[in-house]
């Protein structure tokens, strides 16, 4: 067993959508919200997020070829300067919505989004003791569709979709005691 200078937990914010919450896709729309908590500790160690990735799932979606959609996740609020990781879905190719992740190359590393690359995560650090919150948006309609059929996005983390760092340890963990988190699904009803 490993012991860690501090530990950090995982929930979905109280204010994560779910549910009919929408009656319509839209650019930027709010797909889930977490907070990261890093605990207390003697040290006073930081925890420094390097990278979050997520498990999606849907339910009667799908992106058309023609089609760019991005996916965002942003600390504290939905702001340009609080932008911290984007990936892309390219109008060339077709993708299930499963098919994206926020992969950390380096600190602050950024990769071209033209081409369904992802931009690397950037670090986000949080003092011991204190929370951040972290906002995903989607461009949904561009995978929710003007038909009859009801449909739904999920969002959730798996166990090992958190890489962080406790200031001492100087490579990436990702033990973390409250992943995974069951996904949260927004349902669109039948137009």
Known sequence: MTAYA??????????????????TGGDDQIIGKFVVTNSANAGNYS???????????????????????????????VLAANLVANTIFAADDDHDISDTGFVAT????????????????????????????????????????ADTAAESISIGMASDDILWRDGVIQSNINAVNTLPLSSKSINYPAS
């Open 106 to 145: 380096g600190t602050n590393a950024v990769t071209d989004t033209e081409s369904n690359a992802a931009m690397g995560f950037e670090d986000v650090e949080i003092e011991a003791g204190q929370s951040q919150t972290f906002i995903v948006t989607l461009d949904t309609d561009d995978f929710i569709a």
């Open 6 to 23: 501090t530990k950090i937990s995982v929930a979905f914010a109280s204010d994560t959508p779910s549910g009919s919450v929408y009656s």
């Open 47 to 77: 925890a420094t997020i390097k990278s979050l990735n997520f498990t999606m799932s849907q339910s009667g979606t799908s992106k058309a070829i023609a089609t760019v959609a991005q996916m965002k996740v942003y600390k504290s609020s």
